[in-house]
């Protein structure tokens, strides 16, 4: 531990108090390693302030002896942007104690909530006030309402309610010089100039730190219906969803699942089923809602299904018949990244496309994928209506131990390059983090890099917030 860091865990045990201040190495350690298991840290503390003005406190302590802070929130994240660097080199500011819902307004359709608010609490609150937040994802009973924020994180429901930056209608955040800024008025116009609320939204920790966000709900779902569908190939998928889209405005969630996901996920999650009896070599996962009462949105989306049957745009397709079984579905496509960490050695791509080059590029990518490295198994799942995949590389059965440390950056640097001559982006929803940066620096537009870097030297010309992320 170098003396300013010393010095200034002394100062933030005054000012938060002991028990705010963790420096025992056995309560570090589950907060220093990404969520993957990938990327491990090291610091010599975890600093858990719990207002905003506590937070001001600690940044302006982290400036004043230039210590380095990573701001973190339920330490989900995919791009190990909250994990310190291994050198031991930066505090860990830990959001969990500010996790309070300030308000939540049916008349407004707003929440403020703080940035430690885990996100399934989030939605408790707002159905408690007969409204909704509808951003969801796997990660709900453990991700944050800052996390989200600064990841600009997408998930399910994008189709229809858009990424977090749609949902977001302001924040308040500590700046690196440690002032506040307070955007929680919840102005839908507001035309002053640069939005800082914006700027700091997918900002992953390095301008700031998120200390509450005041979000958009929409009315509560009076029903939905959730129904899985056996298709031939990705091009299939996007045809359903289209002719869905044509007949209903209902669908919210449309997610695609490759057969290998699906036998991971039975493999390895108990308790789970295949939907289908047969089999597919490609999966949707659907689901509908309605706010309005009374509509039998179940018999509406099953009658789209038959016609889409009868088309032979889909193989088979069967709607939940209850909650349970809903539940069931979404637990199979929730599961499918914890079942490849249980599976082995995993390559994560983010990516997205056009939406209508989404079903050649799955096809074309994974043959090429396969290809080049014989043996690895590519596939992609999620979100194929937002033109975003996860495109995930395997390691075959007989590969080594280190393969992942061997040729996962070579095998990335192919994806990487098909996903920008396809004209994608190389993250679509988890941001770029450490696990990125690099590639960001080498793929990313001159243009894109220099405004980046301007913003950031702007804001944080020290350099303290969350270093060796997301920067070109
Ligand atoms: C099973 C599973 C499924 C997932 N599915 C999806 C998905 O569908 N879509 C999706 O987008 N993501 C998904 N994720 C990724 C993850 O849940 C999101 O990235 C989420 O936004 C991270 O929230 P967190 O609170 O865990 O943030 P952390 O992992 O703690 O932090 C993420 C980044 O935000 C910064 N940060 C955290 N809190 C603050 C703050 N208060 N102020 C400033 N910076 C902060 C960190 O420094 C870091 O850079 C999934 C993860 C898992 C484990």
Redesign the pocket.
């Known amino acids: 531990m170098t003396d300013a860091q010393t010095r200034l865990i002394a100062e933030a045990q005054r000012t938060l108090g002991p028990k705010s201040v963790l420096t025992d190495p056995a309560d570090i350690a589950p907060w220093a390693t990404d ?1 993957r298991g990938r990327v491990h840290g090291s610091t010599p503390a975890i600093l858990a302030p719990a207002s905003a003005e506590e937070v001001a406190a600690i940044v302006r302590l982290a400036a004043e002896h230039r210590v380095p802070l ?9 791009s190990a ?2 994990t310190p660097p291994a050198d031991g080199s930066a505090l860990l500011l830990s ?1 969990r104690r500010m996790n309070r819902i300030r308000s939540v307004s049916a008349d407004d359709r707003l929440a403020v909530a703080e ?1 430690g608010v885990i996100l399934a609490t989030l939605h408790d609150a707002a159905h408690a006030a007969g409204m909704r937040f509808p951003l969801t ?3 709900r009973g ?3 309402i ?3 924020t ?2 600009n ?4 429901q994008v189709l229809k309610f858009g990424t977090m930056r749609s949902l977001v209608a302001g924040v308040e ?1 500590v700046l690196p010089d440690g002032s506040i800024h307070n955007g929680l008025s919840g102005l839908k116009k507001d035309n002053r100039g640069y939005s800082i609320d914006q700027l700091l939204i997918g ?3 390095t301008l ?4 509450a966000v005041a979000l958009r709900l929409v009315p509560a779902v009076a029903a939905r219906a959730v129904a899985w569908a056996g298709v031939d190939d990705p091009a299939s998928a996007l045809e359903l969803l289209r002719y869905l889209e044509t007949r209903t405005a209902g669908i919210e969630g449309f997610e695609l699942v490759p057969d290998d996901s699906l036998k991971l996920v039975l493999k390895h999650i108990p308790n789970t089923r295949p939907p289908l009896a047969g089999e597919h070599r490609w999966h949707v996962l659907m689901e509908a809602t309605t706010t309005e009462a009374g509509v039998d949105v179940g018999a509406e989306l099953e009658q789209l299904l038959s016609g889409a049957l009868e088309q032979g745009i889909i193989a088979d397709a069967v709607l939940a018949s209850n909650e349970a079984q809903a539940e069931a579905f979404w637990k199979i496509r ?1 599961s499918i ?2 079942a490849e960490r249980t599976e082995g050695q995993t390559l994560a791509h983010d990516i997205s496309v056009a939406v209508a080059k989404m079903p050649r590029f799955i096809v074309e990518a994974s043959e090429q994928v396969e290809r080049a490295f014989p043996g690895v198994v590519a596939s992609g799942f ?2 194929l209506g937002d033109g975003n995949i996860h495109f995930h590389v395997r390691a075959g059965s007989h590969a080594a131990p280190d393969w992942y440390e061997a040729e996962g950056a070579e095998i990335t640097r192919f994806v990487d390059d098909l996903v920008t001559a396809a004209g994608g982006s190389i993250s679509a ?3 770029i ?1 450490q696990l990125k940066r690099a590639e960001f620096a080498r793929l990313a537009d001159p243009a894109r890099v220099h405004a980046i870097r301007a913003i950031k030297q702007a804001l944080d010309p020290l350099g303290i917030m ?1 270093p060796g ?1 997301l920067i070109p």
């Open positions: 969520w990573v701001p973190q929130g339920g330490n989900t994240g995919m942007g909250a959001l940035a994802l796997g990660a453990s991700c944050t800052g996390g989200l600064s990841t994180a997408g998930g399910t955040a900002a992953e920790g700031g730190v998120l200390t929730d990244s914890e999620g979100h929803e988890h941001g983090g969350n992320k």
